[in-house]
């Protein structure tokens, strides 16, 4: 018996300093059975840091290789941004840049791997490509707050997120890196 994804219902009142986005969001997010917790709640911070309109998550989640985990399509559905998660290999990097007009990628590996796993192939565009890192510890401290119903704040100001779950804040700064060595 196949088993299916799980779907988190996660209101989000979101608070974008930095680019001056305010929103009050009503996410569904549908977690497939092979996906952590991490990767869902950095496919969400994803989202939220990303927020415009046209975004949307993918409809195929992870078992769908050839669309980004999160996207921003124009109203014609020209795909404007592909955002990634994690650690995706050279190849998919290369076919993201090719594809959208602006990729982006939010992890929680250091650099130094990223770096690495850049380097096994060209990659169209790679300068730029914008990397934002969360220290894992984030997530190490996040992750047994969330559960499927779970109301959120995201605050991001001056390059920090802070995200806010039954009254506690957590905090990391938002690492900006390159996928070229220096």
Do not use: N
């Amino acid at each position: 018996m196949a088993l299916t994804a799980t779907v988190y219902h996660l209101p989000v009142q979101l608070s974008d300093v930095d680019r001056g986005v305010y929103e009050s969001l009503d996410l569904r997010l549908a977690r497939h059975p092979s996906e952590t917790m991490r990767y869902l709640l950095t496919r969400l911070i994803a989202y939220c840091l990303s927020y415009e309109d046209g975004i949307a998550f993918s409809k195929g989640g992870l078992s769908s290789t050839d669309e980004p985990p999160v996207s921003i399509r124009d109203a014609t559905g020209l795909l404007l941004c592909w955002i990634d998660v994690g650690l995706p290999s050279a190849e998919r990097l290369h076919k993201a840049a090719k594809a959208a007009q602006r990729v982006r990628l939010f992890t929680t590996v250091e650099e130094a791997q990223l770096q690495r796993q850049a380097r096994e192939r060209p990659i169209h565009k790679i300068e730029q490509i914008e990397v934002t890192r969360i220290a894992p510890s984030f997530f190490d401290e996040l992750e047994p707050k969330v559960s499927r119903h779970t109301k959120l704040e995201i605050l991001r100001s001056d390059g920090t997120i802070y995200v806010t779950v039954d009254g506690q804040t957590l905090e990391a700064p938002l690492e900006t890196l390159s996928l070229q060595a220096a």
